[in-house]
């Protein structure tokens, strides 16, 4: 091995996402290998298992969401959080909003 493979980084395969027609935004994968996407021209964020490429889970948007979600976590309830900006688009023809969505993990306790 050479210094400059020594250098390249690891990849790994990575399974297809079938994810809706996308158009804009990006992609937010967090540390535990789920991947966020809501840049399509359905209306929805979806969760994927970057291990084998699964839908895990997906939330519908009031307008469409071609921006890229973010992640915090809240100082109060010390939940983490995905958000998303659901403006729309007039160039790629869905529906125009100012919502900003978010979404959290329930607790056992809050069912």
């Keep these: 091995m050479d210094a400059q493979e020594r250098h390249q980084p690891r990849q790994r395969a990575i399974h297809p996402i079938r994810r809706g027609r996308s158009r804009a935004g990006r992609a937010l994968v967090t540390a535990g290998g789920v991947a ?6 359905d209306y929805y964020l979806r969760a994927y298992d970057l291990r084998n490429g699964e839908e895990l889970w997906k939330g519908r948007l ?17 939940k983490q959080f995905v958000v998303v900006m659901a403006g729309g688009h007039s160039s ?16 056992e306790t809050e069912r």
Aim: no cysteine; hydrophobic share 35%.
């Design 36 to 41: 966020f996407l809501s840049g399509t021209l």
């Design 92 to 107: 790629f023809g869905t529906r125009i909003g100012d919502s900003l969505v978010a979404w959290t993990l329930e607790d």
């Design 62 to 78: 009031p307008a469409g969401g071609q921006a890229t979600p973010i992640t915090y976590l809240s100082e109060k309830t010390g």
